[in-house]
């Protein structure tokens, strides 16, 4: 089994689709859900930064530090040249490694937002990468996390991923044609509903492409769910974290947790 290479979709998203208009997009899902008009005085942790373009987004709402990583050296590479693109600020630091590796994570300091979005689940053991995850919160900080909800579908999911990592590029084209038709065009045009509106306007999700999360959908291989129980009680009871926001969507779920303070 062919684990799917996150980065090279993301080197093509920042080739094609980076706009200034994006990234105020991501900026303003992250302060939105945060709650905050930005995030001046803060530091700023991205795990698993992908194209790059959140940790941008950390950096324009005012982030005083952030640091970046991913295990993909595609997405490393692409998060580099957004930050060289940026100007190269000295604020903002690209780092290649696993959330998963103790060795790596050992050199990595605290910060007050902990951020990780739809990616924990893809590590092959999401528990795991969320508790090393929560190991990163300042007292007081945030752990911004998406994660992938289980539903009556998911093992349906699993079979479709696998045949997509295994499939030729044509097979691949074939299945995102066929995702596209069955779960957009299709159900649209049934309503009544423009799915080129749809498609058009799906920037203002995070600054994402519709495209790119096509391929990000079908191709997302290790892939893991939890319940929404299941993840408020390993966070509660294990982590100790306090949750404060809670964002539901078609398949992840966001989720805001705090850290108190420790107590004297």
């Known amino acids: 089994m062919t684990e799917f290479s996150f980065g090279r979709n993301w080197d093509q998203f920042i080739k094609n689709y980076l706009t200034e208009e994006r990234v105020e997009a991501a900026k303003k899902h992250i302060l939105d859900f945060l709650e905050i008009p930005d995030l001046k005085g803060r530091s700023f942790l991205d795990i698993g930064c992908g194209s790059g373009i959140h940790s941008l987004a950390a950096l324009k709402a005012g982030a005083a530090k952030v640091i970046s990583f991913d295990v993909d050296p595609y997405s490393v590479e692409t998060t580099r040249r957004v930050r060289e693109m940026s100007g190269s600020p000295e604020t903002w630091d690209v780092l290649s490694g696993s959330i998963l590796d103790e060795k790596f994570l050992s050199g990595i300091s605290l910060a007050d937002i902990v951020y ?3 990616v924990l689940h893809h590590t092959g053991n999401m528990w795991k990468a969320v508790e090393n995850a929560s190991r990163f919160i300042k007292d007081n900080g945030i752990f911004y996390v998406a994660l992938y909800v289980t539903t009556p579908k998911s093992d349906y999911w699993v079979r479709i991923k696998k045949r997509y990592n295994t499939a030729s590029s044509a097979g691949k084209a074939f299945m995102e044609q066929w995702y ?18 749809y498609i058009l306007e799906y920037k203002q999700k995070r600054g994402m492409s519709y495209f790119t999360d096509v391929k990000d959908w079908l191709g997302g291989y290790p892939y893991e769910h939890a319940k929404i129980e299941e993840v408020l009680k390993f966070c509660r009871e294990k982590l100790g974290l306090e949750l404060a926001g809670l ?6 779920i966001e989720y805001l947790f705090k850290k108190s303070g420790k107590r004297s």
């Open 180 to 197: 596209m038709w069955r779960h957009l065009i299709i159900p649209y045009f049934m309503r009544s509903k423009d799915p080129l509106k």
């Open 116 to 118: 990780s979005w739809g």
């Open 247 to 252: 964002g539901t969507g078609e398949a992840c």
